[in-house]
């Protein structure tokens, strides 16, 4: 059962953590916009560089 | 290659005509365009290698209108009212964006503007359609910004920098973070209760359970005291205005049985019951975040009327030439030139040559209305036929547009609050609920005093409002998820009761019951002519007008034309006049067509050549399809209808007639409609008002529901507790049964919830109920409640399928 004494505070400590990165992405805007990130996986890697139209593709 | 099939513009979806030219080059593939704007922006677009834009959005783009000055912006005295300098020398601006649809647009936005030097930061939010942008500003213009997002097509109106505090965000976050800790909160006090439950059951040494208690205690501390504030706030709240809603039961349970269970912990008591607090806490917290996501996709005043007022104005300066200045910077007495189709700036007479003005959504005309040498012009109103120059009288605050602004903000403080449901029901709740607390204590302080306090826990916990407290949530936010996939979006919670009550609804005319088209009604020929040959002549005339009547023409003409008009002229107001077939025609206003003053209906216009009157062409406005069956459908519901409209007594009258309408009210100004709805009430009417202009705006803010069409102006939504995004009628009706279910579903629940706690309070006030077996109860009880309000579905109410316009609303489905 000792071992209980430890797992416990452990498991608190990484709730913790957890609960502080969780603040941290919500202050840096990261769960303010919940649609748009779903749809980046769709597009190419390469966008968002100006080029000409001509050599596009 | 173009493909045969594609009749729509490529970049707005706009119907082609079957001779469209112009086409753009995407993706090394030709589309078809409707115009040069369009075209612009589709190649731009492909450009930046964006063209992924056209893949993933689920909503069409705002057609691409041609190039506009916004060199403007970089006047000091405009970026000192909307430009925000940080510390570090970069700018910041908060900038609402006209056409921005769906995430596809939030993601095109995002990854234009990152393309233009200088701009370091950009983030869009499509439910409040704004974007945030930091700049460089000694590398970039706000106007090459701004120029970017106008060429994408969408229409950017830069905020006052005060915007950047953005609220909605804030509460957002705040939301969030609170329920995340409730949650996480949660699991762990669970997990820890379970070790508990299974000594209770097993055995366990009273080290080991006070330890677990403790632990339990800590992990309860944070959902208690920072995940449960607002309901202790709230609590507070309602205490002060000593008016309990559902907040004082909330916080009283939850506050009594935390500290209960922290003096058991500290004494070694019986039970502990903070797995039941904090699962408490949790689903309360989730059914409001759902509550607010839905509160926050509502049209702000402020973002409305940024909307409206253009922030630039040309000014004619002494010398005669003409300067962009903004808005705020005009005085009395100056005079400002309003180019074609622009938006009138402030009140002022009219200088100058005649126009047309568009008062639709100020004033509930459905006309433009002819405005000449001296005339009044309103701003707010658009101009077409200009441009035109006006001397400015009243500004900012004194316009009629601002009177009617607080006009409505004086109705929505009088409008009456009806209790919610839910809330009335509260009160009696928190009596009970110490009723039977104090009883139980006073009870067992006879008989055991030892028992007195486990025992009054017990009671606490068992009553724990967590069923009642869901009941009304629960089936509110199903209510709103059907809603929302029919296009209805419902912006105040408490507006889904209250529209199941209505039993008198007021409908504006214009843009409401009837769609801003006209048709023609008749062609009456006056000479020797045929009325298909004169209308076909009239066509012609009007090829390539926009005003409406001039498309009304073109809609009805004959397929076989006539041949093509030559010296085309058309007077600003009057009429238009040309050659065909070496004849000389006039068509317009009777004056203008027979060159003498006439006794014709103003609703008329006339044909004539240099002989005299060939035809004469009436119109009517366009009712739209759905009005109809949609009026017929409430009043076989039991409510009855009027119709308002601050149009003239003839055409209201005509519109009321072809609905089958008998009490209406032409002619009708703001305050007119704010008095009638009063007197509706006074004879105790529950009135629902349905519009859609800015002059329906007050009369919305006083209703007891007020519901705006999504296509309708900004401000009447803003000030609307429903807006009807698919701008169909016909949801209305369907609304209006899925409310009344809600309604009798939330009746169930808590019916449910009172039954539940009415057997086993007495049980535990026994002392017979242990705490796994409590905790258990309360789970199902609450399940109970959310499964009944999953019965709320839109399966009856089928009226036609109905394609999602606003992929932003939280519930929507992906389309496929």
Same mark, same amino acid.
């Given at each position: 059962?000792?071992?209980?004494?430890?797992?416990?505070?452990?498991?608190?400590?990484?709730? /913790?953590?957890?609960?502080?990165?969780?603040?941290?992405?919500?202050?840096?805007?990261?769960?303010?916009?919940? *649609? /748009?990130?779903?749809?980046?996986?769709?597009?190419? *890697? *390469?966008?968002?560089?100006?080029? *000409?139209? /001509?050599?596009?593709? | 290659?173009?493909?045969?099939?594609?009749?729509?513009?490529?970049?707005?979806?706009?119907?082609?005509?079957?001779?469209?030219?112009?086409?753009?080059?995407?993706?090394?593939?030709?589309?078809?365009?409707?115009?040069?704007?369009?075209?612009?922006?589709?190649?731009?677009?492909?450009? $930046?290698?964006?063209?992924?834009?056209?893949?993933?959005?689920?909503?069409?783009?705002?057609? =691409?209108?041609?190039?506009?000055?916004?060199?403007?912006?970089?006047?000091?005295?405009?970026?000192?009212?909307?430009?925000? !300098?940080?510390?570090?020398?970069?700018?910041?601006?908060?900038?609402?964006?006209?056409?921005?649809?769906?995430?596809?647009?939030?993601?095109?936005?995002?990854?234009?503007?990152?393309?233009?030097?200088?701009?370091?930061?950009?983030?869009?939010?499509?439910? +409040?359609?704004?974007?945030?942008?930091?700049?460089?500003?000694?590398?970039?213009?706000?106007?090459?910004?701004?120029?970017?997002?106008?060429?994408?097509?969408?229409?950017?109106?830069?905020?006052?920098?005060?915007?950047?505090?953005?609220?909605?965000?804030?509460?957002?976050?705040?939301?969030?973070?609170?329920?995340?800790?409730?949650? $996480?909160?949660?699991?762990?006090?669970?997990?820890?209760?379970?070790?508990?439950?299974?000594?209770?059951?097993?055995?366990?040494?009273?080290?080991? !359970?006070?330890?677990?208690?403790?632990? +339990?205690?800590?992990?309860?501390? &944070?959902?208690?005291?920072?995940?449960?504030?607002?309901?202790?706030?709230?609590?507070?709240?309602?205490?002060?205005?000593?008016?309990?809603?559902?907040?004082?039961?909330?916080?009283?349970?939850?506050?009594?049985?935390?500290?209960?269970?922290?003096?058991?912990?500290?004494?070694?008591?019986?039970?502990?019951?903070?797995?039941?607090?904090?699962?408490?806490?949790?689903?309360?917290?989730?059914?409001?975040?759902?509550?607010?996501?839905?509160?926050?996709?509502?049209?702000?005043?402020?973002?409305?009327?940024?909307?409206?007022?253009?922030?630039?104005?040309?000014?004619?300066?002494?010398? +005669?030439?003409?300067?962009?200045?903004?808005?705020?910077?005009?005085?009395?007495?100056?005079?400002?030139?309003?180019?074609?189709?622009?938006?009138?700036?402030?009140?002022?007479?009219?200088?100058?040559?005649?126009?047309?003005?568009?008062?639709?959504?100020?004033?509930?005309?459905?006309?433009?209305?002819?405005?000449?040498?001296?005339? !009044?012009?309103?701003?707010?109103?658009?101009?077409?036929?200009?441009?035109?120059?006006?001397?400015?009288?009243?500004?900012?605050?004194?316009?009629? $547009?601002?009177?009617?602004?607080?006009?409505?903000?004086?109705?929505?403080?009088?409008?009456?609050?009806?209790?919610?449901? +839910?809330?009335?029901?509260?009160?009696?709740?928190?009596?009970?609920?110490?009723?039977?607390?104090?009883?139980?204590?006073?009870?067992?302080?006879?008989?055991?005093?030892?028992?007195?306090?486990?025992?009054?826990?017990?009671?606490?916990?068992?009553?724990? &409002?967590?069923?009642?407290?869901?009941?009304?949530?629960?089936?509110?936010?199903?209510?709103?998820?059907?809603?929302?996939?029919?296009?209805?979006?419902?912006?105040?919670? #408490?507006?889904?009761?209250?529209?199941?009550?209505?039993? %008198?609804?007021?409908?504006?005319?214009?843009?409401?019951?009837?769609?801003?088209?006209?048709?023609?009604?008749?062609?009456?020929?006056?000479? %020797?002519?045929?009325?298909?040959?004169?209308?076909?002549?009239?066509? %012609?005339?009007?090829?390539?007008?926009?005003?409406?009547?001039?498309?009304?023409?073109?809609?009805?003409?004959?397929?076989?034309?006539?041949?093509?008009?030559?010296?085309?002229?058309?007077?600003?107001?009057?009429?238009?006049?040309?050659?065909?077939?070496?004849?000389?025609?006039?068509?317009?206003?009777?004056?203008?067509?027979?060159?003498? !003053?006439?006794?014709?209906?103003?609703?008329?216009?006339?044909?004539?050549?240099?002989?005299?009157?060939?035809?004469?062409?009436?119109?009517?406005?366009?009712?739209?399809?759905?009005?109809?069956?949609?009026?017929?459908?409430?009043?076989?519901?039991?409510?009855?209808?009027?119709?308002?409209?601050?149009?003239?007594?003839?055409?209201?009258?005509?519109?009321?007639?072809?609905?089958?309408?008998?009490?209406?009210?032409?002619?009708?100004?703001?305050?007119?409609?704010?008095?009638?709805?009063?007197?509706?009430?006074?004879?105790?009417?529950?009135?629902?008002?349905?519009?859609?202009?800015?002059?329906?705006?007050?009369?919305? =803010?006083?209703?007891?529901?007020?519901?705006?069409?999504?296509?309708?102006?900004?401000?009447?939504?803003?000030?609307?507790?429903?807006?009807?995004? #698919?701008?169909?009628?016909?949801?209305?009706?369907?609304?209006?049964?899925?409310?009344?279910?809600?309604?009798?579903?939330?009746?169930?629940?808590?019916?449910?919830?009172?039954?539940?706690?009415?057997?086993?309070?007495?049980?535990?006030? $026994?002392?017979?109920?242990?705490?796994?077996?409590?905790?258990?109860?309360?789970?199902?009880?609450?399940?109970?409640?959310?499964?009944?309000?999953?019965?709320?579905?839109?399966?009856?109410?089928?009226?036609?399928?109905?394609?999602?316009?606003?992929?932003?609303?939280?519930?929507?489905?992906?389309?496929?």
């Amino acid at each position: 059962m000792t071992i209980v004494l430890l797992l416990i505070p452990l498991s608190l400590v990484l709730v /913790t953590c957890a609960v502080w990165a969780f603040f941290w992405g919500v202050n840096h805007a990261q769960f303010d916009d919940l *649609d /748009t990130p779903a749809l980046i996986p769709l597009s190419n *890697d *390469d966008v968002g560089l100006p080029r *000409d139209a /001509t050599d596009h593709r | 290659m173009p493909t045969a099939a594609a009749t729509r513009c490529f970049h707005c979806g706009e119907t082609l005509a079957a001779d469209a030219m112009l086409f753009a080059r995407v993706a090394g593939q030709s589309q078809p365009v409707c115009c040069i704007g369009c075209q612009a922006a589709c190649e731009w677009i492909g450009g $930046l290698g964006l063209a992924d834009y056209y893949r993933m959005r689920d909503a069409t783009a705002p057609r =691409a209108a041609a190039a506009v000055d916004l060199s403007v912006w970089d006047r000091d005295e405009l970026q000192r009212l909307y430009v925000y !300098r940080r510390s570090d020398g970069s700018a910041e601006s908060n900038v609402l964006i006209e056409g921005l649809r769906c995430a596809a647009c939030s993601w095109l936005i995002e990854h234009a503007l990152a393309a233009v030097a200088g701009v370091r930061e950009v983030s869009v939010n499509v439910a +409040g359609k704004r974007a945030r942008i930091v700049w460089q500003p000694d590398d970039v213009a706000l106007s090459t910004i701004l120029g970017a997002l106008a060429r994408l097509g969408y229409t950017p109106h830069p905020l006052n920098r005060k915007s950047l505090d953005d609220v909605a965000m804030r509460e957002q976050r705040d939301a969030l973070k609170r329920l995340l800790v409730a949650g $996480l909160g949660m699991m762990q006090a669970m997990m820890f209760a379970i070790v508990l439950y299974a000594g209770d059951l097993e055995g366990i040494d009273n080290s080991t !359970r006070d330890f677990f208690r403790w632990i +339990g205690l800590l992990v309860t501390i &944070p959902v208690v005291f920072y995940a449960a504030l607002p309901f202790f706030r709230g609590a507070r709240r309602e205490w002060r205005a000593r008016r309990p809603g559902m907040d004082t039961p909330i916080a009283l349970a939850l506050g009594l049985v935390f500290v209960a269970s922290a003096i058991e912990t500290a004494r070694g008591g019986a039970h502990v019951y903070f797995d039941s607090a904090s699962m408490f806490v949790f689903l309360l917290l989730g059914g409001r975040y759902l509550e607010m996501r839905t509160r926050h996709r509502a049209t702000d005043v402020v973002d409305a009327l940024a909307r409206l007022q253009p922030a630039i104005a040309q000014r004619r300066s002494a010398s +005669g030439a003409l300067e962009s200045i903004g808005v705020h910077e005009l005085q009395a007495g100056d005079r400002v030139v309003v180019a074609d189709g622009a938006t009138v700036p402030a009140d002022g007479i009219l200088v100058g040559a005649a126009c047309y003005a568009d008062e639709s959504l100020l004033s509930g005309e459905s006309r433009p209305v002819r405005r000449r040498h001296g005339d !009044r012009m309103i701003a707010g109103s658009v101009v077409s036929g200009g441009p035109v120059e006006i001397h400015v009288e009243r500004l900012g605050a004194e316009t009629m $547009l601002s009177a009617i602004v607080r006009l409505a903000g004086q109705a929505q403080q009088q409008r009456p609050q009806w209790a919610a449901y +839910g809330e009335r029901a509260a009160a009696y709740f928190v009596v009970a609920l110490l009723c039977a607390a104090a009883t139980t204590a006073l009870a067992w302080w006879y008989v055991d005093s030892s028992r007195a306090f486990s025992a009054t826990l017990a009671v606490l916990v068992v009553a724990c &409002p967590c069923a009642f407290a869901l009941s009304v949530p629960a089936a509110l936010a199903r209510a709103l998820a059907v809603l929302a996939r029919r296009g209805v979006l419902v912006l105040k919670a #408490n507006a889904i009761e209250n529209l199941a009550r209505v039993d %008198q609804f007021l409908f504006d005319k214009t843009g409401t019951l009837t769609n801003r088209d006209v048709e023609l009604l008749s062609v009456a020929p006056l000479a %020797q002519r045929s009325a298909d040959e004169c209308l076909a002549i009239a066509a %012609q005339l009007e090829t390539g007008s926009t005003h409406p009547l001039a498309q009304a023409l073109r809609s009805a003409a004959p397929a076989q034309a006539a041949s093509a008009a030559a010296n085309l002229r058309s007077v600003a107001g009057e009429g238009v006049e040309g050659d065909i077939e070496g004849r000389h025609y006039r068509l317009g206003t009777a004056a203008f067509a027979l060159g003498k !003053r006439p006794l014709a209906d103003a609703d008329e216009i006339m044909l004539a050549d240099d002989s005299g009157a060939l035809a004469a062409f009436a119109f009517r406005e366009h009712i739209r399809a759905e009005a109809a069956p949609a009026l017929a459908a409430l009043r076989a519901q039991g409510a009855s209808i009027e119709i308002l409209s601050g149009d003239s007594v003839a055409r209201v009258a005509d519109v009321a007639q072809r609905l089958g309408v008998e009490t209406f009210q032409a002619r009708a100004n703001p305050a007119r409609k704010l008095d009638r709805l009063r007197q509706l009430r006074e004879r105790g009417r529950f009135v629902g008002v349905v519009g859609d202009g800015i002059n329906d705006a007050p009369v919305l =803010a006083g209703a007891d529901v007020a519901i705006a069409l999504g296509s309708g102006a900004d401000l009447a939504q803003a000030n609307a507790d429903i807006v009807l995004a #698919n701008d169909r009628l016909d949801t209305l009706v369907a609304a209006r049964a899925i409310a009344a279910k809600t309604l009798r579903v939330m009746r169930q629940n808590i019916a449910w919830a009172l039954l539940y706690n009415a057997v086993t309070v007495p049980l535990a006030a $026994l002392g017979a109920i242990p705490p796994w077996a409590a905790a258990i109860g309360m789970s199902l009880s609450s399940l109970a409640v959310v499964l009944n309000s999953l019965r709320i579905n839109d399966r009856e109410h089928q009226c036609k399928p109905l394609r999602v316009l606003h992929s932003d609303d939280a519930f929507a489905p992906v389309p496929a």
